[in-house]
């Protein structure tokens, strides 16, 4: 098997910062194929710049279900295909739930739980023909801890996150649908305030 061959096709969502970043450029200088997506270009670019191993840099807001599509599509003729996808993009507003306001919940839902569920769709057909893998990044706060103060909105989209992956499984069997369970971390919880 050529070297080309045996190096994995994978996307980054949400890769301009936090871990999503860092998962980019790691596996960048492992010696995958790497396309990163975030919704701002120049800080996307500059990760692709420190990635290096022809990193590709591609913008895309993930609550845009066409954008998400032109993006997945633009990121598989790249890279000649899609092995993996990895979801990171996440917002986390800090306020109590008693204080969230409707555009609060609904800038939430809509990065963490629709736009996985938009990449996701939008990656379909080309993780068909690699029998490939979607990851999401979800959170200990979602299940496992007692409820954070502060991140109510956030751990709520986080269990919804969790859930959608059980559905996606249940109609997708040929695709590997996992949930990567995260726990606090440097900074980590602090970069779910930006949608990469």
Known sequence: MSQDAARKRVVVVGASTGLG??????????????????????????????????????????????????????????????????????VGPIVRVSDATPEQWLSTFSTNVVGASNVSQAALPHLKKSAGNVIYLSTTGASYTAPWGGLSVYQVTKVALNRLADHWRIEQPGINFTVVTIGECGGGEGDAQHRA
């Open 21 to 90: 970043r860092c998962i980019g450029i790691g596996l960048a200088q492992r010696g995958e194929q790497v396309t990163l997506l975030a919704r701002r270009l120049e800080k996307i670019q500059e990760a692709a710049q420190e990635a290096g191993n022809e990193a590709i840099a591609i913008q895309c807001d993930v609550i845009d279900q066409a954008a998400a599509k032109t993006a997945l599509d633009e990121a598989a003729e790249a890279m000649g295909g899609i092995d993996t996808v990895i979801y990171a993009a996440a």
